[in-house]
């Protein structure tokens, strides 16, 4: 396996990142990371008193519209393997203290979250760094998770197709991005991967692709312009 698909190698990327991620991530996205989140929650139509799990739910930036609909029935797992990501989580969860959320320090594709568990899962910019035999892992985990017909979405940023959109994107990740992650962070490298990241996985087509293969129904979704873009679906059976 490539090195840069290594969960090791992913899991000390994001330790390192965590301090400046939040910022890191609206500005990367133009600002668009939180509404990106909202709207591929949206596509759930959560409902009260049902389980939601958050998968690579980082520090649990997509929560506040996860638990928007809840009440004490309801359940939130977040699952995260980055150490320092999943310890802003839990501080995260002091804030929702009325809320029953679980976080799970684990790896994905190790996970301890029982079958046909959850009602919804989702998961906010987590599919980048994962390359295809790891994406079907996913969604082989995905529909292990889901009761019969429950439903998940996935986004994650792209590049987009559009001529100029895609000259713009393409220059904002080489080149200012780098600049950025030395301006917070104090070194370019991190967020130098986050590009080789998202130029190499393009946009979900091919997540799409590989979802369709297992028993759920699967829509491809686009966000603004192909900025973002993701899938979303149910379990069939
Ligand atoms: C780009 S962040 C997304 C965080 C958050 N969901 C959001 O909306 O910003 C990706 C997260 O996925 C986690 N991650 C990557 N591979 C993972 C794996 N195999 N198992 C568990 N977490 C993983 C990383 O630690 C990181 O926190």
Known sequence: ?????????????FDNMSSSYARMNYITSFGFSNRWRRQCVEELGIENGKTVVDLMSGMGECWKYILKNKDEKSILIGLDFSTEMVKRAEKKILVYKECNIEMLRENVFENSIADESADYVISGFGLKTFNDDQLEHLAFEISRILKPSGKFSLIDVSVPENYLLHIFYMFYLKNVIPILGRLFLGSPEPYKMLGIYTQEFGNSKNVFEIFKKSNFEVHYLDYFYGCASGIKGQKTR
């Open 1 to 13: 396996m490539r090195e840069i698909y290594e969960p090791k190698f992913v899991e000390k990327l």
